[in-house]
C-alpha cells in the first residue's frame, strides 16, 4: 500500500476535492446554504488558493484523494488568517491526520506572516470542535470578517 501524503493542491484535484468536502458535508447533515457545500468555488480550489499568503493542502493516497484543508486571508483583517475548508473522507479520521493537517495550514501560516488564524464550524461538528481545541483555537462570541458560510455559528482562534 502506498503511503499517505499531505501536498499542495492541483488544478487535477478541483472535481475530486469539491466531492470529498460535498459528501462529508452531506454525511453530517449539514446545511446546504451558508455552508462551503454552496461556494461558487467549490469546485475550483486550486484557483482560488493562488491569490499571496493563501494556500491549500491536500491528503493523497495512491492517487486518490482523502482530504484537504487550506489558509485563507480574510478580508479587512490584515493579521489574521482562516483555517478553510477541512474536510477529512471518513476513512482516515481518527488516525492524526487531521493534527498533521492543522500543523501543515498553521506553519504556513505563520511563514506568511500572519498573529492569528481563525475558524468557523458547526455546532454539531464535535469531532472536528475538539481537534481544533487541542491544537490550540479557542472559543470566540464574535465572527470575524465576511466569510458568507452564515450557517456556521461556532467561531474560534489561535494566536500564532
Same mark, same amino acid.
Not at 494556500?55 to 478553510?84: H, K, M, P, S
Not at 481545541?133 to 470566540?140: A, I, N, Q
Given at each position: 500500500?502506498?503511503?499517505?501524503?499531505i501536498?499542495?493542491?492541483?488544478?487535477?484535484?478541483n472535481?475530486?476535492?469539491?466531492?470529498? +468536502?460535498q459528501?462529508?458535508?452531506? *454525511? %453530517?447533515?449539514?446545511?446546504? &446554504?451558508?455552508?462551503?457545500? #454552496?461556494?461558487?468555488?467549490? =469546485?475550483?480550489?486550486?484557483?482560488?488558493?493562488?491569490?499571496?499568503n493563501?494556500?491549500?493542502?491536500?491528503?493523497?493516497?495512491?492517487?486518490?484523494l482523502?482530504?484537504?484543508?487550506g489558509?485563507?486571508?480574510?478580508?479587512?483583517?490584515?493579521?489574521?488568517?482562516?483555517?478553510?475548508?477541512?474536510?477529512?473522507?471518513?476513512? +482516515?479520521?481518527?488516525?492524526?491526520? *487531521? %493534527?498533521?493537517?492543522?500543523? &501543515?495550514?498553521?506553519?504556513? #501560516?505563520?511563514?506568511?506572516? =500572519?498573529?492569528?488564524?481563525?475558524?468557523?464550524?458547526?455546532?454539531?461538528?464535535?469531532?472536528?470542535?475538539?481537534?481544533?481545541?487541542k491544537?490550540?483555537?479557542?472559543?470566540?462570541?464574535?465572527?470575524?470578517?465576511?466569510?458568507?458560510?452564515f450557517?456556521?455559528?461556532?467561531?474560534?482562534?489561535?494566536?500564532?
Amino acid at each position: 500500500m502506498s503511503e499517505i501524503q499531505i501536498r499542495p493542491i492541483q488544478p487535477k484535484d478541483n472535481k475530486k476535492l469539491g466531492e470529498l +468536502i460535498q459528501l462529508v458535508l452531506e *454525511g %453530517e447533515n449539514a446545511p446546504k &446554504t451558508g455552508t462551503a457545500y #454552496a461556494d461558487k468555488h467549490l =469546485f475550483n480550489l486550486s484557483e482560488s488558493y493562488q491569490a499571496p499568503n493563501t494556500r491549500y493542502f491536500v491528503i493523497e493516497q495512491a492517487n486518490q484523494l482523502l482530504g484537504g484543508a487550506g489558509i485563507g486571508n480574510l478580508a479587512a483583517e490584515e493579521d489574521t488568517c482562516e483555517l478553510q475548508k477541512m474536510y477529512f473522507h471518513p476513512s +482516515i479520521r481518527g488516525k492524526g491526520w *487531521g %493534527e498533521k493537517m492543522i500543523n &501543515t495550514c498553521l506553519d504556513f #501560516a505563520k511563514e506568511a506572516g =500572519f498573529s492569528q488564524c481563525y475558524i468557523e464550524t458547526l455546532p454539531f461538528m464535535k469531532a472536528a470542535r475538539k481537534r481544533y481545541e487541542k491544537s490550540g483555537f479557542e472559543y470566540t462570541p464574535h465572527r470575524i470578517g465576511n466569510t458568507g458560510h452564515f450557517s456556521c455559528t461556532v467561531f474560534m482562534l489561535k494566536k500564532l
